[in-house]
């Protein structure tokens, strides 16, 4: 009974159909063969003796045409169902597709009741309209375009780090410092009604992390090229389309710079290696997005890749305000923050492509960021990348390495026993350095034309939400 066991598997076994995603399915590389794809019903057609069906397990924005005998109609194929089919690839008659699948089995894995889905056959959906969806939304077009731009603009990313030497550092999640200083910390602490203050559970107070910064400055005191790539959380009581509670941040820090030209380099050619990589291996959905969901932006981003970014000065930046007929609803004095309305207005001022506005004044920015030494007018090192659409992407700075001037400026904050160890960096083979973060939301934002940051993300956190 062994052997007639083994043998009724190899006679199993050429009969049994090759499975293949839809991608490779639709590529026609196969032809001729006897395949199974397993997906979501994205049509039914149901005609007199023919029944047809779209077929799509998210390996591709296309999906695959299924043609069955009116036999296999089942009352539970409906839009949403998910399905496995078995049958022969074919050169497809109709000028849409090139191939087809004849099928011989249809089998309904999990039934979808049409009453209740939130989408409907043949409707588009509008991204606000999916929003109220997060569990529901990937089952769109739209969405699961978006899903495979964003893991696709993840991989470009860490290709461009790789491919420049930079060494990746796992930063953490849990920490003890506000390294931006703009006290929009989450505070963690396990639940408990002994929870003294004597008590807690790290024994100081900790938070979820508001950038790797300060961890990968330490790390850049070894390597001199590295960076992180990971979910950052800022308590901005914000509503706005560019603000989330939870987002990921790619954060970079170059040892051994000289100005920063040494960092807009970087922010600019990563910025673009990772813009071609996605155009290049994601377009057809990229173009789902700029042909349907914001006609117009490919021009954007082809000016965008096109030339290189300007670069002005925060005061020229102010020159540039006061001199337009623009009326804004915040001061433009120098000294003020530079508000998104304005950020725009110099995005469109200079092309309507990024530009790098450098130098804010000193008291605008963290106590990490290097002092220029200058006056009247008293500036860091800093540096803002703007682009159109979104306004800030990028934040860097060169890092203040001189000891002395450090360490004053946390005296001047009360900070220098919380930074001592920040401190010691500086005294033990400390040298000029420096780094920025970019917003991937935002990115994602600039690159597809996405006007809410809410869009681009699986699940959004933000103020008064945190569904699921
Ligand atoms: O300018 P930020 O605050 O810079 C830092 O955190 C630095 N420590 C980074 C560094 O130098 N390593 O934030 C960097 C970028 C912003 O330019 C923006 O794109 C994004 O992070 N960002 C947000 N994105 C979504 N929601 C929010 N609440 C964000 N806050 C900042």
Same mark, same amino acid.
């Given at each position: ?45 149901? =005609?007199?003796?023919? @029944?047809?069906?779209?077929? &799509?397990?998210? !390996? %591709? +924005? ?5 043609? #069955? *005998? /009116? ?60 929003? =109220?969806?997060?569990? @529901?939304?990937?089952?769109? &077009?739209?969405? !699961? %375009? +978006? ?5 696709? #603009? *993840? /991989? ?83 509503? /706005? ?83 337009? /007929? ?143």
């Amino acid at each position: 009974s062994v052997s007639r066991g083994i043998l009724c598997t190899r006679h199993y076994c050429k009969k049994t159909p090759t499975k293949l995603r839809v991608s490779e399915a639709i590529s026609g590389a196969e032809l001729g063969a006897n395949i199974k794809v397993q997906g979501w019903v994205r049509s039914v057609r149901p =005609q007199k003796t023919n @029944l047809f069906l779209n077929v &799509n397990d998210g !390996s %591709s +924005l296309q999906s695959l045409q299924i043609v #069955a *005998t /009116s036999e296999l109609n089942d009352p539970l194929l409906t839009f949403g169902s998910a399905v496995e089919v078995t049958g022969t690839l074919k050169k497809s008659p109709h000028q849409k597709q090139t191939v087809e699948l004849q099928a011989e089995q249809i089998h309904v894995i999990g039934e979808c009741n049409p009453v209740d889905f939130p989408f409907k056959i043949k409707e588009r959906h509008g991204l606000e309209y999916i929003r =109220q969806f997060p569990h @529901l939304r990937c089952r769109t &077009n739209v969405f !699961s %375009s +978006l899903l495979r731009i964003r893991s696709e #603009a *993840t /991989s470009a990313i860490h290709s461009y780090f790789k491919e420049n030497g930079f060494v990746q550092i796992n930063t953490p999640v849990i920490t003890s410092n506000d390294c931006e200083g703009a006290g929009e910390l989450f505070q963690v602490e396990p639940p408990s009604p002994e929870n003294k203050e004597d008590q807690n559970f790290f024994s100081v107070p900790a938070f979820l992390t508001v950038s790797g910064q300060l961890h990968l400055e330490a790390m850049s005191g070894a390597f001199s090229k590295v960076y992180t790539f990971g979910p950052t959380f800022r308590a901005e009581n914000s509503q /706005s389309r560019r603000h989330l509670a939870e987002f990921y941040m790619v954060e970079a820090e170059v040892s051994f710079t000289q100005s920063l030209e040494d960092l807009t380099k970087v922010m600019e050619d990563m910025f673009r290696s990772a813009t071609e990589q996605i155009l290049a291996h994601c377009a057809e959905d990229v173009d789902l997005f700029h042909k349907h969901v914001t006609p117009g932006h490919r021009d954007t981003i082809d000016a965008t890749l096109k030339r290189k970014f300007p670069m002005i000065t925060y005061s020229e930046a102010i020159d540039i305000l006061n001199r337009s /007929s623009e009326k804004f609803a915040f001061p433009t004095d120098w000294g003020c923050d530079l508000q998104k309305e304005h950020e725009k207005y110099l995005v469109k001022h200079c092309g309507n492509i990024p530009v790098f506005v450098t130098d804010y004044p000193y008291d605008l920015k963290p106590f990490y960021a290097r002092d220029n030494q200058d006056r009247p007018n008293h500036t860091a090192a800093a540096v803002d990348l703007l682009v159109p659409g979104v306004g800030e992407l990028c934040g860097g700075s060169l890092r203040e390495e001189r000891l002395d001037l450090l360490r004053a400026r946390l005296e001047e904050l009360g900070l220098e026993d919380t930074y001592s160890w920040y401190l010691d960096l500086r005294s033990f083979g400390s040298v000029p350095h420096g780094g920025f973060g970019l917003g991937f939301e935002r990115y994602l934002q600039c690159i597809l034309g996405v006007d809410n940051i809410k869009d681009v993300i699986p699940f959004p956190r933000f103020s008064h939400s945190c569904l699921l």
